[in-house]
T-cell receptor
Framework: LAKTTQPISMDSYEGQEVNITCSHN???????ITWYQQFPSQGPRFIIQ???TKVTNEVASLFIPADRKSSTLSLPRVSLSDTAVYYC???????????FGKGTKLSVKP | NAGVTQTPKFQVLKTGQSMTLQCAQD?????MYWYRQDPGMGLRLIYY???????DKGEVPNGYNVSRLNKREFSLRLESAAPSQTSVYFC????????????FGDGTRLSIL
């Protein structure tokens, strides 16, 4: 199983860029890196997914180095509404091997 | 477009009672999942169904059963509820492959006294 390690919590202020790094040392060749966001009392929501290099969408960017043993989710100019838990997952094998972990609790302050 | 719908949203049971949590998706997804989330914890996979007619155990299947009724519906049953099963239960669905994003419902908050 490709387990992931990410910080338990992070603090930021409105308008700053936030980078959350995830470690996945035993990622397999066919695995993708996927990030989800979860607000209190809601189910997780897909944010972004990538395989290598850089992926950008309207919400975030995902940076993946050549060795793919880590990845960084970048949230530009965060606002209070970005306060949430962010989960990094490595996906690609059996659907039964999806592991969410505890995620990173991001707190954005005014 | 409703996405993934879970019923009920809240439920209180007594130890030993049984109950079925319902989940339905309208995105024509092949795969469906049941997770539980305890306070301060991430989601843990209980059971999943890769396609209609198949179900498989996840990380924490003990005390639960599932039924993939058709392509749209995937139910989770607690035959004899225990206080340790107090949790928030999430249903999700996705396309056929594990690297396709999962879409989650809003959860069922279950308390067992």
């Amino acid at each position: 199983l490709a387990k992931t390690t990410q910080p338990i919590s992070m603090d930021s202020y409105e308008g700053q860029e936030v980078n959350i790094t995830c470690s996945h040392n035993n990622i397999a060749t066919n695995d993708y890196i996927t990030w989800y966001q979860q607000f209190p009392s809601q189910g997780p929501r897909f944010i972004i997914q990538g395989y290598k290099t850089k992926v950008t969408n309207e919400v975030a960017s995902l940076f993946i180095p050549a060795d793919r043993k880590s990845s960084t989710l970048s949230l530009p100019r965060v606002s209070l509404s970005d306060t949430a838990v962010y989960y990094c997952l490595v996906v690609g094998g059996s659907q039964g091997n999806l592991i969410f972990g505890k995620g990173t609790k991001l707190s954005v302050k005014p | 477009n409703a996405g993934v719908t879970q019923t009920p949203k809240f439920q209180v049971l007594k130890t030993g009672q049984s109950m079925t949590l319902q989940c339905a998706q309208d995105m024509n997804h092949n795969s469906m999942y049941w997770y539980r989330q305890d306070p301060g914890m991430g989601l843990r996979l209980i059971y999943y169904s890769a396609s209609e007619g198949t179900t498989d155990k996840g990380e924490v299947p003990n005390g639960y059963n599932v039924s993939r009724l058709n392509k749209r519906e995937f139910s989770l049953r607690l035959e004899s509820a225990a206080p340790s099963q107090t949790s928030v239960y999430f249903c999700a669905s996705s396309g056929r492959h594990s690297n396709q994003p999962q879409h989650f419902g809003d959860g069922t908050r279950l308390s067992i006294l």
